[in-house]
């Protein structure tokens, strides 16, 4: 586990430029890497990468299967990613009902923007 640590952390580090020059390519592969060793935080971040075209093409289905397993983990911020994907996005179907449950997870878990789009704020 703890390699894939830190793959997540030294690709971030390259798709940032915290401490190193910015190379996309070496950031993605690196946290390509942790995705297949089943990190949560990879998963995400790599489909945030996907959503977005950051590095890579972008891909709205591979970003949502990335958040779909890191979510199925228990990580509220793909919760929420995916449940904001279901809800909103154009490239595929809206699914309200699928989107709820994924925004409920995450703000279940105390995910602030989950819990502000729900209207769960105190």
């Not at 592969?29 to 790599?46: C, G, K, Y």
């Not at 958040?67 to 199925?72: G, I, P, T």
């Amino acid at each position: 586990k703890s390699i894939a640590v830190f793959f997540a952390i030294k690709g971030y580090f390259y798709l940032n430029g915290f401490g190193v020059k910015i190379d996309m390519k070496t950031g993605i592969s690196l946290i390509e890497r942790a995705v297949i060793l089943n990190h949560a935080w990879s998963q995400n971040m790599l489909g945030f990468c996907y959503q977005k075209g950051q590095g890579v093409g972008k891909n709205i289905l591979k970003a949502r299967n990335l958040y779909k397993l890191a979510a199925m983990k228990g990580y509220c911020k793909a919760q929420y990613n995916l449940g904001e994907l279901y809800l909103g996005s154009e490239e595929i179907r809206t699914n309200r009902e699928e989107g709820l449950k994924w925004l409920i997870k995450a703000a279940q878990q105390g995910h602030f923007k989950a819990r502000e789009r729900l209207g769960w704020l105190d």
